[in-house]
């Protein structure tokens, strides 16, 4: 158990709507990351938060927004949604952000559009 | 950004050692290498980070030459419950806006009986 809990795991939704994903780092961390993982696309990074400001930013569409809140929870939304977003979306948390930080993954939410 | 590259597949026999080499050749001075292990629909694990030279822990061993263009994680006798995606990520220590995390399409590790 990584102390990373994504919700939900699993999300089955139609084209044109939107979602929430939602993730709690493990107790101590700050930094907050965002991937996504398709079957053709590997890993992709597509944000980062660090005590509730962005610090980086990836391979994100601007139909994606995320932010981190006081509690350091973050949510990660998904609008106008495409066949093409489903995909498994991990979040993953480290201590204090810096690059050479281990980062402690969730388990994921499998999103699946119809 | 250092892009790294690694064996899209390995085989392996129970009980013997496993050695993955990642490329790096862009890599930074303050780049550091860190592996994860990703089983099928579950997050990376951390395995092992290094800097230079060899890192140990009770999982892995990590080998990293002068240049630092390469990587070795050596995974010693392995069992059925290491196959597995493994992941080489090469990333900067400094607090530097817009870093991306990169990671490659890793190394899928089968390790038959």
């Known amino acids: 158990d990584s102390g990373v809990t994504q919700t939900p795991k699993h999300l089955i939704t139609a084209t044109g709507q939107r979602v929430t994903l939602r993730c709690s780092p493990r107790?101590?961390?700050?930094?907050v990351y965002w991937y996504q993982q398709s079957l053709d696309q590997g890993l992709q990074f597509l944000i980062q938060y660090y005590n509730g400001e962005e610090r980086a930013k990836g391979n994100i569409l601007e139909r994606f927004s995320a932010q981190q809140f006081p509690d350091l929870h973050s949510e990660l939304n998904l609008s106008s949604l495409e066949l093409g977003d489903s995909a498994l979306y991990f979040c993953?948390?480290?201590?204090?952000?810096?690059?050479?930080?281990?980062?402690?993954f969730g388990d994921g939410t499998r999103l699946s559009i119809l | 950004l250092a892009k790294t590259t690694q064996p899209i597949s390995m085989d392996s026999y129970e009980g013997q050692e496993v050695n993955i080499t990642c490329s790096h050749n862009?890599?930074?001075?303050?780049?550091?290498i860190t592996w994860y292990q990703q089983f099928p629909s579950q997050g990376p694990r951390f395995i092992i980070q290094g800097y230079k030279t060899k890192v140990t822990n009770e999982v892995a061993s990590l080998f990293i030459p002068a240049d630092r263009k390469s990587s070795t994680l050596s995974l010693p006798r392995v069992s059925l419950s290491d196959t597995a995606v493994y992941y080489c990520l090469v990333g900067d220590i400094r607090d530097n806006y817009g870093q991306n995390f990169v990671f490659g399409p890793g190394t899928r590790l089968s390790v038959l009986p």
């Open positions: 993953a948390s480290s201590d204090n952000g810096h690059d050479n930080q281990p980062q402690h």
């Open positions: 107790s101590g961390d700050l930094s």
């Open positions: 862009n890599i930074a001075t303050n780049d550091y």
